[in-house]
């Protein structure tokens, strides 16, 4: 069965460097999402793309946060400069399409800003 | 505005007594989305089920089953016999028609004590 996966499934950092997480989607969805989960707090949404292009974002995907999809496959998101605060599971998803279409998560990147 | 609430934060059930797991939304739109997930110990998110506004047929797949009522706003999550394995975090979610994220209730954390 076709499944979302992520690299690194832990990376620790040091504030104020930047980190790649990266993401391969399921084959022929085309819709992709990176949602964030402090330890312990709901899921959040971060920010839907869709043709090469941002299509919604939240209030948490400020400046320091930016997407690419590198190639055909990979969907990566970028923090620029880690802050404490950004210490979260990232959690990548891909879904067929829009309007309420059920979306399927990776395993997560566990992400330690120290 | 799109809300979801899980009033149960926790709840510890002995293994093969039936539990339900609460939960109600709010929503303006008329045509909507419910989700369920879950999330075991090792952290990934689990698809459960996907629910649109205009079905209120209950579900049942297996040991789990589903109650949508429109006129409470409740989509309550029941697992009968539970077992061991059942223990994890489960979400329930929202998502609105042309909208890309899901909003997630906080989680019920569900312990099964074998």
């Known amino acids: 069965e076709p499944e979302v996966t992520q690299t690194p499934s832990h990376q620790v950092t040091q504030m104020g460097q930047e980190v790649i997480l990266r993401c391969v989607p399921i084959?022929?969805?085309?819709?992709f999402y990176w949602y964030r989960q402090i330890l312990g707090q709901k899921v959040e949404f971060l920010v839907s793309?869709?043709?090469?292009?941002?299509?919604?974002k939240s209030e948490i995907f400020d400046d320091q946060f930016s997407v690419e999809r590198p190639d055909g496959s990979n969907f990566t998101l970028k923090i620029r400069s880690t802050k404490l605060e950004d210490s979260a599971m990232y959690f990548c998803?891909?879904?067929?399409?829009?309007?309420?279409?059920?979306?399927?998560f990776g395993p997560g990147t566990r992400l330690t800003v120290l | 505005a799109q809300k979801v609430t899980q009033a149960q934060t926790e709840i510890s059930v002995v293994e093969k007594e039936d539990v339900t797991l609460d939960c109600v939304y709010e929503?303006?739109?008329?045509?909507?989305?419910l989700f369920w997930y879950k999330q075991p110990p090792s952290g990934e998110l689990v698809f459960l089920i996907r629910?649109?506004?205009?079905?209120?047929q209950n579900e049942i797949s297996g040991r789990y089953s589903w109650n949508f009522q429109k006129s409470t706003s409740s989509f309550n999550f029941t697992i009968t016999a539970s077992q061991v394995v059942d223990s994890a975090v489960y979400f329930c979610?929202?998502?609105?028609?042309?909208?890309?994220?899901?909003?997630f209730g906080k989680g019920t954390r569900l312990h099964i004590l074998p």
């Open positions: 998803a891909s879904s067929v399409g829009l309007a309420g279409d059920t979306q399927y």
């Open positions: 084959s022929n969805h085309l819709y």
């Open positions: 793309f869709y043709n090469n292009e941002i299509s919604e």
């Open positions: 929503t303006r739109d008329t045509t909507y989305y």
């Open positions: 629910r649109n506004s205009f079905d209120e």
């Open positions: 979610a929202l998502s609105e028609f042309l909208n890309d994220k899901i909003i």
